[in-house]
């Protein structure tokens, strides 16, 4: 299969995030790394940051792609951390950078739209206001944020394993019981 441009500049922006921090990185860096143009860059995004935005949503698609349900939400939340660990350095030069909120902030977004799958799947056959269903997947959102959060900060020195099965624990059964608290 052959790379499509988007594929080439993201494979250019992690072998320089490899070394460099994000606000290090200009469009020439990246350019140069892939032989490509400035203009190429951005016929396909506006800015670096843009890059970084589509390159975590495509990640994030492909790992988390087939456990958006209650049974497999675990198996989804390692996979995410497994990729990060697999990926240390970079995710450090993102996260240790000026922009660190964005990367928070998108974070926040796909673990959230991953969370509202699954908080969907199990309130099927019941009936639960939206704004109760969003609230829920707010809150488990925000938890499984800090998890992430307070492992990058901590070097990501944890098993990825042991963080999930703990959460696990806590989680169990959690979202059904929320969720026909809030039924009709």
Same mark, same amino acid.
């Given at each position: 299969?052959?790379?499509?441009?988007?594929?080439?500049?993201?494979?250019?922006?992690?072998?320089?995030?490899?070394?460099?921090?994000?606000?290090?990185?200009?469009?020439?860096?990246?350019? /140069?790394?892939?032989?490509?143009?400035?203009?190429?860059?951005?016929?396909?995004?506006?800015?670096?940051?843009?890059?970084?935005?589509?390159?975590?949503?495509?990640?994030?698609?492909?790992?988390?792609?087939?456990? /958006?349900?209650?049974?497999?939400?675990?198996?989804?939340? %390692?996979?995410?951390?497994?990729?990060?660990?697999?990926?240390? /350095?970079?995710?450090?030069?993102?996260?240790? /950078?000026?922009?660190?909120?964005?990367?928070?902030?998108?974070?926040?977004?796909?673990?959230?739209?991953?969370?509202?799958?699954?908080?969907?799947?199990?309130?099927?056959?019941?009936?639960?206001?939206?704004?109760?269903?969003?609230?829920?997947?707010?809150? %488990?959102?925000?938890?499984?944020?800090?998890?992430?959060?307070?492992?990058?900060?901590?070097?990501?020195?944890?098993?990825?394993?042991?963080?999930?099965?703990?959460?696990?624990?806590?989680?169990?059964?959690?979202?059904?019981?929320?969720?026909?608290? %809030?039924?009709?």
């Amino acid at each position: 299969m052959q790379a499509t441009t988007e594929d080439v500049l993201i494979d250019a922006l992690n072998v320089i995030l490899e070394k460099k921090p994000i606000d290090k990185i200009t469009v020439k860096d990246i350019v /140069s790394e892939c032989n490509l143009t400035r203009q190429t860059f951005y016929n396909h995004f506006s800015d670096i940051y843009g890059l970084v935005e589509y390159s975590a949503k495509e990640n994030a698609n492909e790992l988390l792609g087939s456990f /958006s349900d209650y049974d497999t939400w675990q198996k989804g939340f %390692y996979a995410v951390m497994s990729a990060m660990r697999a990926h240390k /350095s970079i995710i450090q030069n993102v996260y240790q /950078s000026v922009y660190r909120d964005l990367m928070e902030k998108y974070i926040y977004k796909v673990i959230y739209s991953y969370i509202i799958d699954v908080v969907e799947k199990q309130a099927e056959g019941m009936v639960v206001d939206q704004k109760h269903k969003d609230f829920i997947a707010h809150f %488990y959102s925000l938890a499984f944020i800090a998890l992430i959060l307070e492992w990058i900060m901590d070097n990501m020195r944890a098993d990825p394993q042991e963080i999930v099965d703990q959460t696990g624990v806590l989680v169990h059964g959690d979202f059904k019981k929320a969720l026909k608290k %809030y039924a009709k």
